[in-house]
């Protein structure tokens, strides 16, 4: 399922091939995120014209709605939304975790009120493996808990215990046809508990391995940590996927570290707020700086925004609350994520990472708006 083709020599960075029912995927790679079935303001045909490999759909809001019975009907996720490449979805633990306000732990799930409606609803690893089945994803992850980056220790051991049960569970559940599944290592900050966490899941063999508990409102250098205690003890044959992050510059480290796989909202969240991504950094096309500006949002950028439109334009729609502007601004920002994970595969491939991290690092500013908008995005819409 997963090549590994080549890694860095000055680096932990690493080019590979991850083979799926719907398509091969080339990492490290940025997957969309398709929360509601639809990556927000952009179609499949703009997705697919800007290289968009994969995309994630989310199985705690696909089951509220429209609902398996709907989906079942369509013939699966792939063909209810047309979209042919591959799709990751997620098992649903992280959003019935942060946005069901009253939930009960039990030995084989966790019983909640739904955010929509307040009805009483029951996910364990039987019901989201049920649930990934029938959407047809090309990979599934297992239910997990992933308790806030601050809980107390023995909260985080008895989420890392219910974590490897619950993992055991999927991985004894039916798939659909090709399906493969991945395990999420959970352990806070806590190398033991890290180590523990990881170490009982590869000993399990899943196809990949995701490390959850990062991007949950925890400082930047903890988020760090989280991945370097995980990722020493994971297999170098199986893909590697840093949940729900992040800023370009945050990707761009992490796959210094070793990180294969990215999902984020950010590139269409921060453009619905305003906010370009570019490769020196954010900027907010709001400000009046831009209001007599006709270069593009990023000079030598090739998405359609940028070749056809000035930033005094979109400046103008944002401004007007017309969709074009923040439509444009989610297809440059997609582009920008997309069009780096490309650039950072050619320079693995060419030997040259170690310098392309460095320059990169250093010539991008982030903006500390944009920071602020990073746990709120995963929380509201993945």
């Known amino acids: 399922m997963f090549e590994l083709l080549k890694t860095d020599p000055a680096t932990k960075a690493r080019l590979g091939k991850l083979t799926t029912a719907h398509g091969v995927v080339d990492t490290p790679v940025f997957m969309s995120v398709g929360t509601q079935a639809s990556v927000k303001a952009l179609d499949p045909r703009e997705l697919r014209e800007m290289g968009t490999q994969i995309i994630l759909g989310n199985t705690y809001h696909l089951n509220l709605r429209p609902g398996l019975d709907i989906i079942r009907a369509a013939g699966g996720l792939h063909r209810f939304m047309n979209w042919e490449r591959p799709i990751l979805t997620d098992s649903g633990g992280f959003q019935v975790f942060s946005l069901a306000k009253i939930r009960k732990v039990k030995a084989h799930g966790v019983e909640f009120r739904s955010h ?105 250098p903890e988020m760090m940590k989280a991945i370097e205690l995980a990722e020493p003890f994971l297999p170098a044959g199986k893909a590697r996927y840093a949940m729900g992050l992040g800023t370009p510059a945050q990707m761009v480290e992490l796959i210094a570290r070793g990180v294969d796989m990215f999902d984020c909202v950010l590139p269409t969240r921060v453009a619905r707020n305003g906010t370009a991504y570019t490769r020196s950094g954010a900027i907010g096309l709001k400000g009046a700086a831009y209001k007599t500006d006709f270069g593009p949002v990023e000079a030598g950028c090739e998405c359609f925004a940028c070749r056809n439109f000035t930033r005094a334009y979109l400046r103008h729609l944002l401004r007007a609350d017309e969709i074009l502007g923040l439509r444009m601004l989610s297809v440059h920002n997609s582009h920008m994520y997309l069009k780096l994970m490309a650039d950072v595969r050619a320079a693995i491939a060419a030997g040259t990472f170690g310098d392309f991290y460095r320059e990169f690092i250093a010539g991008f500013k982030p903006s500390q708006k944009v920071m602020a908008q990073r746990t709120q995005a995963k929380v509201s819409e993945g």
Request: net charge negative.
């Open 116 to 220: 929509l409606d307040g009805s009483l609803l029951f996910i364990g690893p039987k019901e989201s493996m049920e649930i990934q089945r029938v959407l047809g994803s090309d990979i599934a992850m297992v239910f997990d808990e992933c308790p806030p980056h601050d809980a107390p220790a023995r909260e985080q051991k008895l989420a890392v215990e219910r974590t490897i049960r619950w993992a055991r569970e999927c991985r004894e559940q039916p798939r659909a046809e090709g399906q493969k599944v991945f395990g999420i290592v959970q352990g806070g900050s806590n190398p033991a508990l890290r180590e523990e966490c990881a170490k009982a899941l590869v000993e399990m063999d899943f196809d990949g391995y995701a490390i959850g508990g990062v991007s949950v409102g925890e400082p930047e």
